[in-house]
């Protein structure tokens, strides 16, 4: 079973910058690709950024330029870097690992808040 651990939520003005991070239990190697997803109070979770083995990254039009996804294999931890928060930017941000055929794991989530 995978397990992914998000940190780094936290509370920051708009404009900000947070990095969030998300470890995970198995060789980040076997699982074709990482991602952050994010949902909003009343919303549906929406795809934020996604990285695969190959390094491919793609990234929701609402992000693009603000946020850069990267992993570091040996410490098989997913990276979030964050900027130019907006307000809008709220929300619970899970991390996603998804195996070629589909099979899908989800860490418990990690809040972020912009807010002046």
């Known amino acids: 079973q995978v397990q992914l651990v998000e940190s780094g939520g936290g509370s920051v003005q708009p404009g900000g910058s947070l990095r969030l991070s998300c470890a995970a239990s198995?060789?980040?190697?076997?699982?074709?690709?990482m991602g952050w997803y994010r949902q909003a109070p009343g919303k549906e979770r929406d795809e934020v950024a996604t990285?695969?083995?190959?390094?491919?990254?793609n990234y929701s039009d609402s992000v693009k330029g603000r946020f850069t996804i990267s992993r570091d294999n040996a410490k098989n931890t997913v990276y979030l870097q964050m900027g130019s928060l907006k307000p809008e930017d709220t929300a619970v941000y899970y991390c996603n690992g998804r195996r070629l055929g589909g099979t899908d794991y989800w860490g418990k989530g990690t809040l972020v808040t912009v807010s002046s």
């Open positions: 990285i695969t083995t190959g390094l491919r990254t």
């Open positions: 198995v060789s980040i190697m076997t699982i074709w690709r």
